[in-house]
């Protein structure tokens, strides 16, 4: 099974991770990895780091010849940034005075990390907490994500509203999913198509409300969070099960998600609406086609049942909470004095729920890659293709 690390801090040297239990034999690229940290740096609301660094992956091992050995699989993201943190950020001592970080942030793991791991300066905790750590995150999933797309499974996502801004026109935002659902590569045209706004949402008249929000957030100088929606296509029924809890594909995926900073909430289908709901309303039928083929007239589930995959498309909303860093500070204590002070500043985003789509995508790949391989499994992608095909039903 896929498992991965990651380790680096935000401005430390560089990002490193291992990806282990890839099969042999699955095409991988520094290029088709470098694509998904490009998107991940996309979005309206980005602060001035995605100005200085340009992700890109370099392969070190588990790959030769553009194919992957069955090996771990080791990459390094260089930091640019690192230039200028040298002596803050050294591995020694350096006999350099560095000052120590003291004032925590509301909202973010510093107070809360540096009481646990005894420091007196939360740099330390600044730097591993942050949500830089998430490119090397989408670096090491993304090896996932193309095992996935070797087998007709596809990953896509969109933004459902930033701040109090929403879909002005959800009927018609569906009705165009359900189009590029049905051309290739399935879900991941959603995410092209909303690649293309600069906030990744597929309504116009919202995407530019939600800029002009943005615009107004940062003259404030606060934040925004939002809402995004992930979407797997090509998925067969009977992935997952529902005999013991840690083997619930909805729990595993609700896991993935609800790991990516700043994420605070997660639903699958449409969860929150059916629980105000009745019984006959919520769940979808099950009916037979005129060629005698079982089918759903609606996916209110969102593709898992039983904590299985039930064939439908699987949808995921994740509800990301504004960044905890402000331009104007929160109120807080320092650590050391013991007296109130406003919360310190460090570099950050005005708002980040595009990236974080793209984040999530990334982050369901691995679970959904382990649910693949407990049914159908190999050591090589030959094997695993001897066992499936896509578009093949579980039996």
Not at 56 to 85: C, H, Q
Not at 92 to 97: F, L, P, S, V, Y
Request: charged residues 25%.
């Amino acid at each position: 099974m896929i498992r991965y690390f990651t380790s680096g801090e935000s401005h430390g040297q560089g990002l490193v991770g291992i990806v282990e239990g890839v099969p042999a034999g699955l095409e991988l690229t520094a290029a088709y990895i470098n694509e998904q940290l490009r998107r991940r740096q996309l979005g309206y609301g980005r602060g001035g780091r995605m100005k200085i660094e340009t992700d890109a992956v370099e392969i070190y091992s588990g790959v030769r010849f553009g194919k992957t050995t069955g090996a771990p699989i080791a990459m390094l993201i260089r930091n640019k940034d690192w230039a200028n943190w040298t002596d803050r950020m050294a591995v020694e001592k350096t006999g350099m005075i560095v000052e120590k970080i003291t004032i925590p942030r509301p909202g973010h793991a510093d107070m809360t990390g540096a009481l646990k791991y005894g420091f007196d300066d939360i740099r330390n905790v600044i730097d591993r907490a942050s949500a830089r750590e998430t490119a090397m995150r989408v670096a090491c999933c993304t090896v996932a994500r193309k095992l996935l797309e070797t087998f007709g499974i596809a990953i896509g996502s969109h933004v459902l509203s930033i701040g109090a801004v929403s879909l002005k026109h959800r009927r018609n935002v569906d009705v165009k999913i359900a189009t590029l659902l049905r051309s290739a590569p399935g879900a991941y045209r959603i995410s092209e198509e909303a690649d293309r706004s600069e906030v990744r949402m597929l309504d116009e008249i919202a995407e530019g409300r939600a800029i002009a929000a943005i615009k107004s957030c940062k003259k404030k100088g606060d934040t925004l969070g939002g809402i995004f929606e992930v979407w797997v296509s090509g998925m067969p029924m009977g992935l997952g099960s529902y005999v013991e809890y840690d083997r619930k594909l909805d729990g595993q995926l609700a896991a993935a998600v609800m790991s990516i900073q700043a994420v605070k909430g997660i639903e699958i289908g449409d969860a929150f609406e059916n629980a105000r709901r009745y019984g006959s309303e919520v769940h979808d039928e099950i009916l037979l086609s005129k060629k005698n083929e079982i089918v759903r007239p609606r996916n209110g589930a969102g593709g898992l049942e039983g904590g299985m995959s039930n064939g439908e498309p699987i949808v995921i909303r994740g509800a990301m909470k504004p960044i905890s860093t402000l331009a104007h500070p929160l109120q807080s204590i320092d650590l050391k004095t013991r007296k109130e002070v406003l919360a310190r500043y460090e570099r950050s985003d005005v708002c980040a729920v595009p990236a974080c789509a793209v984040i999530a995508e990334a982050a369901v790949a691995p679970v959904l890659a382990n649910a693949l391989l407990e049914k159908f499994g190999g050591d090589s992608i030959e094997e695993i293709g001897r066992r499936y095909t896509p578009g093949q039903k579980v039996q």
